[in-house]
């Protein structure tokens, strides 16, 4: 095979997933339906897209992150797009980092192995968005008015190592309590950033190995950090090769004290979890939902040629469950919560670390490319579920759950996320988050094209 027709082969690269090559930014943009007066804040969702067109093997995990944004106020809305412009970024060409189906390097000054493409994740911190990678990066601060990068953020140079996608917000605190992991060494960290942008906390946690995490807990208390077990092989951490494998041990919750301390481990049947669903406390036990990744059940497909693994490996599949650890007793138990297929959980972040009665998830057209079909809206206490179907041949993000203006329930507000179909039309759709199985309130026009990619966020009142 030509090695300049490799990458037509990657389903990551085409279709849904095109990359757009403009960044825009357009106002008072057309609406079918009308937009809420109460929504009043930004929707922004991270993504892979690639700067220059990739010419070697190519991981969905390695284009440059793109953030594409939609503000609403007074029922009107205007959207941009910018480039995450990290250090790879702007080394234009120059970095000494490579994708990762290559091997890892080093590059001077930093603790990255890979390119850091920042593409993975958005959170809300300190006024300003950070743009967070998930082989645990350098955090870029970026505008959240205008979507501009201020910079690679170290906080005044105290952070000393990276800063993991699906670190958290406290919503009551405003701190920023962060996880970061080392792909070589058996080691995790975790600490705290204060709402005003100070390091406070900082703590390593030893592990029987390197491992290779995704997302982690949060309560008031309490950071619940994830010993998996897809990791490296002996032989991959020896060559620094991304091989990873489903290893023969089980799968363990470490919970930290917030203000430091020693972790306490918690054993459960073997299982991986990409993405926490929420986390919280009752009495004595530490709570937390999450999508328990089951087997896809799809066969390699041959269509995309070298690629064929790496699209059964991210064809996320996953149901949700609850697991309860006793701090007092350390004993735990797993419960299922529903059979459905679902992933990408997001819930009201004002109730970050808090009992949470709704999660809203996203469910897949039935390939095994993601394409998301439609959104359920899950009663976490019951196990019932609502769903909303987008149009047909219509897909959507991950939405965020953007609070009514002056909301005093907790699912009092609209549910916000980017579509996308194969002709190249784009929309944002505000949802009703109490009435999910209507149809949107409002879909507004984009002007161009948002390719699918990872998570959103939401800031009120920017
Ligand atoms: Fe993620």
Redesign the pocket.
């Known amino acids: 095979m030509p090695q300049d027709n490799i990458n037509d082969l990657n389903p990551y690269l085409h279709g849904l997933y095109r990359p757009v090559d403009r960044e825009i930014a357009a106002d008072r943009l057309d609406v079918v339906g009308e937009i809420p007066r109460d929504l009043h804040g930004g929707y922004f969702r991270n993504g892979p897209n690639p700067a220059a067109p990739p010419t070697g093997m190519h991981h969905w995990f390695d284009g440059d992150g793109m953030i594409h944004g939609i503000w609403f106020e007074n029922g009107e809305a205007r959207y941009a797009n910018r480039y995450v412009r990290t250090e790879d970024l702007n080394a234009n060409g120059a970095s000494p980092l490579g994708g990762i189906f290559e091997p890892s390097t080093d590059a001077p000054g930093r603790k990255v192995h890979y390119r850091d493409t920042a593409n993975?994740?958005l959170v809300f911190h300190n006024g300003k968005l950070l743009a967070l990678w998930?082989i645990s990066g350098q955090p870029v601060a970026v505008d959240a008015t205008t979507l501009e990068t201020i910079r690679t953020e170290t906080f005044g140079g105290a952070l000393p190592g990276n800063m993991s996608?699906?670190s958290k917000v406290d919503p009551e605190t405003g701190e920023l309590v962060f996880f970061d992991y080392a792909l070589y060494e058996p080691k995790m960290w975790t600490g705290a950033i204060s709402a005003d942008g100070e390091l406070t906390h900082f703590q390593e946690v030893d592990l029987p190995g390197p491992r290779l995490p995704?997302?982690m807990g949060l309560t008031e208390n309490y950071v619940i950090l994830h010993d998996l077990p897809v990791i490296f092989s002996e032989q991959a951490i020896r060559n620094r090769l991304w091989q990873i494998h489903v290893a023969d041990q089980p799968t363990r919750f470490g919970v930290v004290p917030r203000k430091g301390g020693a972790p306490k481990w918690f054993e459960f049947p073997t299982c991986y979890v990409?993405?926490v669903i929420n986390a919280w406390e009752e009495g004595d036990e530490v709570v937390m939902t999450a999508c328990k990744m089951v087997p896809n059940g799809f066969d390699p497909d041959a269509r995309y040629g070298p690629y064929a693994a790496m699209a059964d490996v991210l064809a996320l599949r996953a149901q949700p469950f609850r697991w309860r650890m006793n701090m007092k007793t350390g004993q735990g138990c797993e419960e299922q919560i529903d059979d459905a297929l679902s992933e990408f959980p997001v819930v009201n972040c004002d109730l970050t670390g808090r009992k949470t009665q709704y999660s809203y998830h996203v469910v897949f057209d039935d390939c095994i490319e993601q394409r998301f079909s439609g959104l359920l809206k899950y009663d976490l206490e019951t196990g019932a579920r609502r769903r909303h179907d987008f149009p047909n041949g219509v897909f959507g993000s991950e939405p965020a759950f953007a609070p009514r203006v002056g909301a005093t329930e907790e699912d009092d507000g609209y549910l916000v996320t980017f579509t996308a179909d194969l002709s190249g039309n784009s929309e944002a759709h505000v949802i009703d988050a109490r009435n999910v199985d209507r149809p949107a309130l409002a879909r507004v026009k984009l002007p161009q094209r948002t390719p699918a990619g990872?998570?959103g966020v939401w800031a009120q009142g920017i």
């Open positions: 993975t994740d998930y996608a699906h995704h997302d990409y993405h990872f998570h």
